[in-house]
């Protein structure tokens, strides 16, 4: 066999990761952070793990974590409900990133990567009494993650996971083995991604992502109770569609609705915002992406980097600010 050289080359938008994690709460070298083939979680996907997006502002010279507090807030809920330990509060979390950052000297736009994981050994399977982990990782992101001129996406034939089967509000580590398989459904099918229905056959969300979709005046988007993990992003489009008084319910959707739905989104950390133009071959309004769905694009990626002054609370600086 021939030693493959020690070249990395990025693989789509993201950059090689940041050498310096944090493990436990003390920053160290990646090579000091592996984790055994033992690991519980290894075999088993037990953990839970969020991701949050730091934006680079270079007219500010500053690096603005976004909506850092509601994400380790939902990891706490998802370590709750998974009956897993996360020794540090919300506020300690979120020093421990920037510190991190700032320790990396990342300035350039960033992914941040809390994993809370089972490292303890593998038998047998349970959830009590497994030694878990708690790390933090950046990877740079020096790309776009979705096409912003829009997806044609298709339903999957894999169904979302019920909340009776593994918990949908958590972002658990296993639960993506379904959202893999259907995003390479998608790919094969020749499609840019793939909407779940719940195991009932109503409209859930995308592969990594949440769906919002316009008929008429009137924007809806599933509820908490559709297996939907509760993105962060689709709270902050909530919050700027209420802020511009255009009407949203959260209800169940039907997949038919999709079809002659005139605006449909999805949103998530990874993307913002991005436009769906097709669904299951069936374009979606005038095939064009909506006016509403570029506005909100544009509003959330000027917030996160404090280039429009609405929400300051859902960025936090993670450098000194001049004269502080
Ligand atoms: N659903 C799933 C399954 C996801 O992985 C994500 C990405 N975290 C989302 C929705 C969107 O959530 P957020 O806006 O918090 O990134």
Known sequence: MTASAAVRVPAGPFGPPCELVNVDGRIVGSDAARVSVHAHVLSYGTGT???IRAWWNADHGQLYLSAAPAHYERLHRSAQILGLSLPFAVD???????????????RTDAYVRPL????????PVRMHDVAARLSIAITPIVGDYADPAGLRVMVSTWRRQADTAIPARAKVVGSYVGPSLAKTEAARAGYDDALLLTADGYVAEATTSNVFVRIGDTWHTPPGTDDILEGITRAEVMALLD?????????????SELYTADEILLCGTASTVVPVVSVDGRAVGDGQPGKTTAELRDALRAIARREDPRHPEWTTPVYEEAGQ
């Open 116 to 123: 809370l994981v089972q490292t303890g050994d593998v038998l």
């Open 49 to 51: 793990f969020e991701g």
């Open 92 to 106: 300690e979390l979120v020093a421990m990133t920037v510190d991190l950052l700032r320790a990396n000297d990342v």
């Open 243 to 255: 802020e511009t008084r255009i009407p949203l319910q959260q209800r169940r959707i039907h997949r």
